[in-house]
C-alpha cells in the first residue's frame, strides 16, 4: 500500500524487453534502503524489487501491467515518480493507493491559474465517470491530487508549485500518457450498487 506522497523523482537508467514482459533498471537514491521482494511504486504502479544496490534497483513488468499502464512508453533517462511502500511507523499522508492503476488518460490541457499554481485536465474513458467525484481523491502518475472538476470524459486537478517541482509534473506535456487508479472506496462502492442493481432490479428499473 502506499499514500500517493512522492518521495523521489528518479531515472530510467536501462530498459530491457523480455518476452511478454519488461525489465526496468532505475537510478535513485532510495536504492540503497530498499531490499529484494519489496515494493516500490514506479509511476504509481506496483511493481516488486527483483535486485537492488546502493544506487540502482530493478523491477520487471508484466503483460497486463504493461496493457493498462503507461510504463512502455519510457526511455532511457525519463524521470519516474517513487514511493516506497507505507510502514505502520510513517503517517499515512495522501490517500490510500493500491498502485493498481486503473487505466491510462491523456494530458488535454495545462494552464497557469492565479499565478503561480497550475490546473491540468486529463481526458478519460467514460467508462470511469462514476468513479469520479468533484473534491474526491485520484493518483495520477503516482501523485495523490484533489479532483477540482470533472465533466463527461475528463477531470481537473489543481497543482501547487511544490508538487509541480518536486514530481514529474513539469516534464509532462499535452498529449502525454499517465497513470490513472481511482479511489479504492469509490470503486468498492459502485462495483456494490452494481452488484445489487444486477440482483435485485434484473429487468433495469
Not at 530510467?12 to 524487453?17: F, G, K, R, T
Not at 509511476?43 to 503507461?70: M, P
Request: aromatic content about 6%.
Amino acid at each position: 500500500m502506499f499514500t500517493g506522497i512522492v518521495k523521489e523523482v528518479g531515472r530510467v537508467a536501462e530498459i530491457h524487453s523480455m518476452p511478454g514482459s519488461l525489465e526496468l533498471i532505475i537510478t535513485a537514491e532510495m536504492a540503497s534502503t530498499l531490499s529484494v521482494d519489496q515494493s516500490v511504486s514506479v509511476r504509481g504502479v506496483c511493481l516488486t524489487v527483483v535486485s537492488c544496490d546502493e544506487t540502482r534497483f530493478r523491477v520487471q513488468c508484466v503483460a497486463e501491467t504493461l496493457r493498462k499502464t503507461n510504463l512502455n512508453d519510457l526511455s532511457v533517462g525519463d524521470p519516474v515518480n517513487l514511493e516506497q511502500a507505507v510502514s505502520m511507523d510513517r503517517a499515512l499522508d495522501g490517500h490510500i493507493v493500491q498502485g493498481h492503476v486503473d487505466t491510462t488518460g491523456e494530458i488535454v490541457e495545462i494552464r497557469k491559474v492565479d499565478g503561480t499554481d497550475r490546473m491540468i485536465r486529463v481526458s478519460f474513458a467514460d467508462t470511469f465517470r462514476d468513479l469520479v467525484v468533484d473534491r474526491g481523491s485520484i493518483t495520477l502518475d503516482g501523485i495523490s491530487l484533489t479532483i477540482a472538476g470533472t465533466g463527461k470524459g475528463w477531470l481537473d486537478v489543481a497543482i501547487i508549485p511544490y508538487t509541480w517541482e518536486k514530481t514529474t509534473l513539469k516534464h509532462r506535456s499535452v498529449g502525454d500518457r499517465v497513470n490513472l487508479e481511482f479511489d479504492l472506496f469509490g470503486k468498492y462502492v459502485v462495483a456494490y450498487l452494481k452488484r445489487y442493481h444486477d440482483t435485485h432490479l434484473p429487468d433495469g428499473n
